[in-house]
């Protein structure tokens, strides 16, 4: 295939990657935050993400979308890794992070492939962990880990920065300012609707995200290369594929076409299925048109692929079985009490664990900002689960988002009936710090907002000897538990600036007990 | 609420000699006209009203920027009363064009999430309709404003309030819990920015200081429909009477203290309402108030 054809197949390979991009952030933008109202297919980066058909395997009940995830595993089978080179986003922002970093002199060709080795080492870990009730793919997988930095970290950044950039420029009289306003205005008015969103972990996982992308500049592709453990699955199907890159007798043994490979690797020295995503950059830079592209059953005994040997697959599987132990004998595991509270339709704890992917899309849901991720409150298999915290954002009634683009059903699929009769937990008073009881005041700003038609919190009118020892008629409040479903925004709207007076605790809370 | 209902009220708190003036629905007192329109059509009554007190063009000057103030407040439907009627809103809007405003803005500082508020209360898209600039309230935006009351002071407010030429306050007739109704003078919470929980400690005095250190140009209670208990928030259909009327006046405390003779409630047990009359605001006793009562 000469140059000027394999230019255009990276062309091609570029607007596919834009598209599917493109087609990702839209989704996850429209799942929530300002869109009221959700796209029925918001979850499709999952359902074709075999990883996640696994997580659904293991954890049941199955749901049928995750078939989708099954032509990506058959179409790998006839053409390689595509899947990484045209349609996976992370892939393609850590393509696009290559190039970035690609003008440098840098060493080309000879560069070792033992680092790649690692994705395959990660993937039967996970997979042996998955199979001991530790489920962790969550935390590698590419589309959870896009999702994740996305919703924590990289739209509230970009939102942080435009409102503030622009705020700076509104407010200065001079020119500058009369040259922003105008900007400064429609983007108010047409973008910034939401308020701004704050994530605990948001700087933990921004820094692993960025590092990842920075990583690149160290080495293509890094994290599709050494970590991803999608990118491991489909490069052991990967091996068997039909798609191939034969030499002609054009070829000169220039070494050209490893210019641009993302494994460091070329068609006529070490060219290994396994690691090759269909790029297409060698069929560009070949100035003899030297390599063509067929599709040709794989010959008997050559299998171009990186050898793992037995004894790291076992090892490996080994160190799954021993890191998935861990987080199941900390003493967590068989405490009665918790100190968190999960979204509404969150399914029994242990089963949470094993169904929750870790990708934050119900954070990105959110309207409140009230889904945060955890941070060891769930032990350490629970880090970036799902957990309310009240003080930043309370659980909308009017609302239901959360349950909706939960792709593993972790958090149940709930109609918004449903889910307003869904306690999640239960409001107490400090009595000691409520203004009603310790100062005499009357406030109530908590009982006001009391989502349920029939009030949770109540108050009732006593006589109380106020702080300066005078009696005084006060409406002190009170909470009933029954009505009570522990949405959180009593302790959201308490004024006081210590701590609230009112919080909500797991107590009563309407799934299966945990463990 | 009847009108044989309203005159009942009218006898428990007025004395015998303001009884004539009530009954031919004129008024004898002194100060600006409160106007109670009662109807089928939340859109014409509204419209009567505002004639009623003497027009929109004796508020609204040529090329004002007018801030039309609902209570958004909540993520609940029209049904549920927690948010004011968009029809009013309409009506409202419109009257303010024709007296030849430049521009209309509606917002809230709501308590739930602004977007779903704003949608949800179908108040975004019936403004937008009538031609309003409907904004979001930006964190961002917040000056300080010194309200020089008792209790309340310098307190944050949303710039966009600030930098209108005339404000214009429709609430809407609701139950509430601590301060007992929110009305007019409760509604300009929705101005303020900052930890507004606060301010629920002496409430009454707050809302009384709030009404005097804010101007309020025009004030419209919707009272279509009310919610008569679970207040502000509701959500239950059965706490909810249609009472079809609307009040304006340019008297803030005034219309409130007609609002609150509309809910059978006592003004003189009303916190706020006690703290604006220490301040000399206004009359606390229905019968001291000029008002003129309409059916159409």
């Known amino acids: 295939m000469n140059a ?32 009221v109202g959700r796209l029925p297919y918001t979850g499709f980066f999952f359902y074709i993400d075999p990883l996640l058909l696994w997580v659904n395997i293991l954890s049941g009940p199955f749901l049928q979308a995750f078939l989708l995830a099954l032509v990506p595993l058959l179409l790998t089978l006839v053409f390689g890794r595509f899947f990484c080179g045209w349609i996976c986003p992370f892939g393609a922002l850590n393509q696009f992070f290559t190039w970035l970093g690609s003008r440098r002199k840098e060493k080309k060709i000879g560069v070792s492939h033992k680092s790649l080795r690692w994705k395959y080492v990660l993937l039967i870990v996970l997979l042996v962990a998955s199979l001991f009730a530790t489920q962790w793919l969550g935390w590698f997988d590419p589309f959870s880990l896009l999702t994740r930095s996305s919703s924590v970290t990289l739209i509230p950044g970009l939102n942080f920065l435009t409102q503030h950039a622009l705020e700076i420029g509104a407010d200065n009289q001079k020119l500058a300012g009369k040259i922003v306003k105008p900007f400064y205005d429609f983007s108010r008015d047409f973008l910034l609707t939401g308020k701004q969103r704050t994530f605990m972990q948001a700087s933990a996982i921004g820094l692993i995200f960025f590092a990842l992308l920075l990583l690149n500049f160290y080495r293509r592709r890094f994290f599709c290369n050494v970590l991803c453990p999608l990118g491991a699955l489909y490069g052991w199907l990967a091996k068997y594929a039909l798609f ?121 849901a959110c309207p409140t900002n009230a889904i945060q991720p955890a941070v060891f409150q769930a032990g350490l298999d629970g880090l970036w689960t799902p957990v309310i915290i009240p003080v930043n954002g309370y659980c909308e009634y009017e609302c239901h988002r959360c349950t909706l683009v939960c792709p593993t059903h972790a958090i149940d699929n709930l109609t918004l009936e449903q889910k307003k009769q869904f306690k ?92 | 609420m009847k009108r044989r209902t309203f005159v009942k009220n009218g006898l428990l708190f007025s004395g015998a000699l303001t009884m004539p003036s009530l009954l031919a629905g004129q008024a004898k007192a002194d100060g600006p006209l409160v106007a109670q329109v009662q109807g ?106 010194d309200f020089k009351g008792e209790t ?106 007609a609002a609150t003779v509309l809910f059978n409630k006592d003004p003189r047990h009303m916190e706020f309402l006690q703290a604006a009359y220490s301040r000399k605001m206004g009359e606390i006793e229905i019968a001291k108030i000029p008002l003129k009562t309409v059916s159409i």
């Open chain 1, 4 to 35: 000027q054809k394999g230019k255009q197949w990276q062309r091609l390979r570029i607007g596919s990657q834009v598209v599917f991009t493109w087609l990702f952030f839209f989704l996850l933008l429209k799942s929530g935050g300002i869109a």
């Open chain 1, 244 to 364: 191939h890159l034969p030499l002609n007798q054009n070829c000169t043994r220039c070494g050209l076409c490893a210019g641009h490979c993302t494994y460091y690797g070329s068609p006529f020295q070490d060219y290994l299925k396994s690691e090759c995503v269909l790029c297409l950059n060698c069929l560009k830079d070949c100035p003899f048109a030297a390599i063509d592209v067929r599709l040709q059953l794989p010959r008997a005994g050559r299998r171009p692929a990186l050898d793992m040997g037995r004894r790291r697959v076992l090892a490996a599987a080994g160190c799954g079985m021993a890191v998935a132990a861990l987080p199941q004998i900390g003493v967590s595991k068989k405490s009665k009490t918790h100190a968190f509270i999960r979204p509404p339709g969150a399914v029994a704890e242990k089963d949470f664990l094993k169904k929750c992917v870790r990708c934050g899309a119900c954070m990105q």
């Open chain 1, 424 to 515: 999640i937990g239960t409001a107490v008073i400090n009595r000691s710090t409520c203004y009603t009881y310790a100062d005499g005041y009357n406030c109530a700003v908590c009982e006001e907002h009391c989502p349920v038609p029939d009030k949770a919190i109540k108050f009732r009118e006593v006589e109380v000897n106020n702080f300066r020892g005078k009696p005084k008629k006060v409406q002190q409040i009170y909470v009933v538990p029954d009505l009570c479903i522990g949405c959180g925004i009593c302790e959201n709207v308490c004024p006081r600036t210590d701590a609230p007076a009112i919080v909500v605790g797991a107590e009563e809370e309407q799934r299966e007990t945990p463990y």
């Open chain 2, 40 to 145: 089928e059509s939340p859109y014409a009554i509204t419209q009567r009203a505002v004639a009623e007190i003497g027009g929109m063009g004796k508020i609204i000057a040529r090329g004002d920027v007018v801030m039309v103030k609902p209570n958004i407040g909540w993520n609940r439907t029209v049904e549920q009363a927690a948010c004011t009627n968009p029809e009013v809103l309409r009506a409202l809007i419109e009257l303010i064009f024709i007296a030849g405003a430049k521009k209309v803005i509606v917002m809230d500082n709501t308590c739930h999430t602004a977007a779903d508020c704003y949608g949800h209360s179908g108040i975004e898209a019936m403004a937008k309709k009538a031609g309003a600039e409907v904004r979001y309230c930006d964190e961002n935006r917040l000056a300080t404003h």
């Open chain 2, 152 to 257: 309340l002071g310098k307190w944050p407010v949303f710039r966009d309030f600030l930098e209108v030429d005339k404000f214009i306050n429709v609430p809407i007739l609701k139950h509430h819990g601590s301060s007992g109704l929110t009305i007019a003078m409760k509604n300009l919470y929705g101005i303020l920015g900052g930890n507004r929980g606060k301010l629920h400690r002496d409430m009454g005095e707050n809302i009384a200081d709030l009404a005097r250190g804010f101007t309020s140009h025009l004030v419209l209670v919707d009272a279509y429909r009310v919610l008569l208990r679970n207040g502000p928030v509701g959500g239950r259909l059965s706490d909810v009477e249609l009472r079809k009327t609307v009040i304006a006046s340019t008297h803030i405390m005034h219309a409130d203290v």
